[in-house]
């Protein structure tokens, strides 16, 4: 067992102690014995087995017997004991920040208060502040350490971790003693929601790198402060973890602490078939390290190309690697245009010569609006006086503009029974039709198919608008028949559009290598409705890649001489 872990069963045995209400010496017993472990030097092991850690000062008999179970047996059974006879619900109120063992035995005691739940409603109702030894500023911190806790245990969207990821990205490259520096883990998988950051340096003065580390300006805790791993909480919530390896070490420590678990599981399993080893420290045969510059040497040493992290979720990337068949994944460089974008006509903040402006300064050759139909009136969905009103602007803008060409679309609803707002003579006079639903998500599954299978097959709509309405962390997905959408969409040529906004992300990297498999084609769209939405691109860029998708395979990648011949061809209505 580590020196940390070992550090880390005292102190949670003194915190314990405290809570049951023991005597202050032997709490402190354990505690300080927890701070002498993490500082030692040496080998545990070998320390207990020779019997040296008897003249070590501040570790008595009573911890010295804890620390021997746990070297020998990887657990301690006093440890076991006191949680066992501590109700669970305690032990999660330690993780409040501003509550520690002696606050939550006053309130257990006062109270009858078990868990965090009962805790914060005590809190709301003011109970807390009328107990003694409590007062409404103490109530008042621990509500706000109740809303954090809860806020830091969940995981966090992608775009939210994405400022302090590049932040502390460029502090380390910057760091003097650092020699490379990377971002690992879910973050750098372009995982929709991350649970926290992990960053992968080199370092030949790993002390130092961790010190300057624990001091970042942004640290709201230290949460692990060791030579080769550190952890710290940032004042947002998000957890960041650090690893400092040696220059040598790198490419497979970047490796490894970029997973995924599964990913790595199976790159193990092919190594031991090669009759090779594979940990975060090296690649083995037997006790050779094959060296590795970085991680393109590492997939060659095991036969494999270099597989981008995207893909390394531990599917099928490593037969596709095997066999050269890996996806060229689309790159943000290749999107020429965008689709799905509102603006001040329904529910937008930008007017529509501000979006305009904005995709000619983002480099793009033409603009696809879309603003609400009627039926959504919460978004002021435009009536047909207002489209006209728009495609007159539309054309101006388009006579003065250089370069960018805008394209008249609709986000139509799908209404209940399928078919697609405002009447076919209206739609016509759109160059595109996104059709979403809005309304009416509870529906069942079989009801919810026929319904989008109907808007599907009719001929004016072009692509399908955030196809299983999920808001990431917030809300599921309707009841959908997934394969049964594919396979109409492939066959009546609609695009499904992969929605970029950070929050929906929809639809899901997972079932979109299955859309993509069936012959749908994609487009990465920001359903922007403010300036600044115009950027979610790169964000559904990184799922259109864990995805697997080339940039054939997407839509907006083409010209706008390509997308205009598409968009002109007519659709014949479905003959059913
Ligand atoms: P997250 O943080 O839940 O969004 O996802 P990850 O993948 O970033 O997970 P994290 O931060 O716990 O660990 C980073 C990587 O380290 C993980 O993707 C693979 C590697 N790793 C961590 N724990 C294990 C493990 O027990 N076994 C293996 N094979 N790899 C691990
Ligand atoms: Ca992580
Ligand atoms: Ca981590
Ligand atoms: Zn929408």
Redesign the pocket.
């Known amino acids: 067992m580590e020196k940390t872990a070992v550090a880390q069963i005292l102190e949670e045995i003194g915190t314990y102690l405290e809570l049951l209400g023991e005597n202050p010496f032997k709490v402190k017993a354990f505690t300080g014995a927890a701070r002498i472990i993490e500082t030692l030097e040496g080998d545990l092991a070998s320390l207990v087995a020779s019997g040296e850690i008897k003249g070590i000062k501040g570790i008595g008999p009573a911890t010295r017997d804890v620390i021997a179970e746990l070297v020998s047996q990887g657990r301690s059974s006093v440890h076991h004991e006191l949680k066992a006879g501590i109700a669970p619900g305690l032990i999660e109120m330690l993780e409040i920040s501003g509550l520690g063992p002696k606050k939550i035995k006053a309130i257990h005691e006062g109270l009858g208060i078990s868990s965090v739940g009962e805790l914060e409603y005590a809190c709301l109702e003011n109970r807390l502040a009328t107990l003694a030894g409590f007062g409404a500023k103490t109530q008042e911190k621990i509500l706000k350490g109740i809303a954090l806790r809860k806020a830091f245990r969940g995981?966090h969207l992608y775009v939210d971790a994405l400022p302090s990821a590049t932040r502390i990205l460029s502090e380390l490259e910057r760091h003097p003693d650092v020699i490379r520096v990377a971002l690992?883990?879910?973050m750098r998988r372009r995982?929709e929601t991350?649970?926290?950051l992990?960053f992968v340096a080199s370092s030949a003065h790993a002390e130092r790198v961790m010190a300057d580390f624990a001091a970042h300006g942004d640290v709201a805790e230290v949460l692990a402060h060791g030579p080769t791993k550190s952890s710290i909480r940032l004042s947002n919530g998000l957890q960041v973890?650090l690893r400092v390896v040696t220059d040598t070490e790198f490419p497979f420590a970047l490796h490894?602490?970029?997973?995924?678990?599964d990913h790595?599981?199976a790159m193990r399993s092919r190594a031991k078939g090669l009759g090779l080893k594979i940990n975060e420290y090296g690649l083995f045969r037997g006790a050779e390290l094959i060296s590795c510059q970085d991680e393109h040497d590492f997939f060659r040493e095991l036969g494999l190309d270099f597989i981008p992290p995207e893909l390394r979720e531990g599917l099928d990337e490593i037969s596709q690697a095997e066999r050269h068949g890996l996806p060229e994944l689309v790159k943000e460089a290749e999107i020429q245009g965008v689709f799905h974008v509102h603006t001040t006509y329904s529910d937008g903040t930008a007017t529509l010569e501000r979006m305009a402006m904005e995709a000619q300064a983002l480099g793009y050759s033409y603009l696809g609006i879309s603003d609400h139909s009627q039926a959504a009136t919460y978004a002021h969905g435009l009536t047909r006086d207002r489209i006209r009103e728009q495609h007159a602007e539309i054309d101006a803008l388009n006579a003065r503009l250089d370069g960018l060409r805008i394209l008249k679309g609709i986000e139509a609803d799908i209404l209940a029974d399928g078919s697609v707002d405002y009447d076919d003579a209206t739609l016509e006079g759109f160059d595109f039709v996104i059709a979403s639903i809005h309304s009416r998500f509870g529906m069942d599954q079989a009801r919810m198919t026929e319904r989008m299978v109907t808007a599907i097959r009719h001929p004016r709509v072009t692509m399908l608008g955030h196809m299983t309405g999920r808001l990431l962390l917030a809300r599921e997905p309707y009841a959908l028949d997934l394969e049964t959408i594919f396979r109409e969409a492939a066959a009546h040529g609609v695009i499904i559009e992969l929605n970029a906004n950070p929050h929906r992300l929809d639809i899901d990297w997972r079932h979109l290598r299955r859309a993509l498999a069936l012959g749908v084609r994609i487009s990465i769209n920001p359903d922007a409705h403010s300036v600044d939405g115009l950027k979610d691109v790169g964000i559904g860029i990184g799922i259109a890649r864990k995805g697997g998708a080339a940039a054939t395979q997407v839509f907006n990648t083409q010209s706008l001489e390509d997308v205009l011949a598409h968009l002109s061809r007519r659709r014949a209505p479905a003959s059913i």
Request: charged content about 40%; hydrophobic content about 20%.
């Open positions: 995981r690992a883990g879910s995982m991350v649970k926290d992990d973890d490894h602490f970029t997973g995924s678990k790595n599981e």
